[in-house]
């Protein structure tokens, strides 16, 4: 069954720090990853797209990468901000061609000064 | 920067009655996408519609749901008899290529349509 998983569930950190955000999947076959933000009650925001040749993608202080072999990626938060705060989503699309999407559950960030 | 446009944002409305969520998508893009996200809940996947029709739908996506594209910019769901568990924030997307295959088009949100079945 196509499944994305996301830990930790929620993280709490002090401004200026970093932090590293999992996904693992079980969807085959593969074609991309995504990780959005989504800030509370609105729409998600796009950060990274990987294809299966791409290991790692950086969008300023979000950098992405991708395992295509052990089926993880990450989302590596440099020196956050309290703007930070927000739920991180991991989306996988398979290589059916198809449309499908599925999302991870989420980790939820929460950024303290 | 163009935007996916979403009405209303809010909507509150009866069991049993009938539900419009209205979109705008990004003006050169060619797929649509519905989504639904319950309260606490993760996204999930309702429907992508291309060239006029849809292209995949989920299990979610029963006969209560319909979407449409009435006159080339606008993108609709409608819900026929909206029930208790149809309250949720429902998403419209866009993209200018599919979302899987080997070039994957990026994959723009609007702001959400918040309905609340009563």
């Known amino acids: ?113 | 920067e163009p935007e996916v446009t979403q009405t209303p944002s809010h909507q509150v409305t009866q069991m049993g009655q009938e539900v419009i969520l209205r979109c705008v998508p990004i003006s050169n893009h060619l797929y649509f996408y519905w989504y639904r996200q319950i309260l606490g809940q993760k996204v999930e996947f309702l429907v992508s519609f291309y060239n006029n029709e849809i292209s995949e739908k989920s299990e979610i996506f029963d006969d209560q749901f319909s979407v449409e594209r009435p006159d080339g910019s606008n993108f609709t769901l409608k819900i026929r008899s909206t029930k208790l568990e149809d309250s949720a924030m429902y998403f419209c997307a866009s993209s200018n290529y599919r979302t899987g295959g080997n070039y994957p088009g990026e994959l723009f949100f609007g702001e959400g349509s918040r309905l609340t079945v009563l």
């Open chain 1, 1 to 113: 069954k196509n499944q994305v998983e996301q830990s930790p569930q929620s993280l709490i950190i002090l401004e200026g720090k970093n932090c590293t955000l999992q996904c693992n999947y079980t969807v085959s076959p593969f074609s991309n990853l995504r990780w959005y933000k989504q800030d509370t009650g609105r729409g998600p925001v796009s950060l990274t797209i990987m294809t299966f040749s791409e290991n790692t993608k950086s969008n300023g202080r979000y950098t992405a990468t991708l395992d295509a072999d052990t089926k993880q990626s990450s989302l590596h938060i440099t020196a956050s901000q309290l703007s930070d705060s927000a739920s991180y989503i991991c989306v996988v699309s398979a290589n059916t061609g198809g449309f499908k999407t599925i999302f991870g559950a989420g980790t939820r960030l929460f950024v303290k000064a």
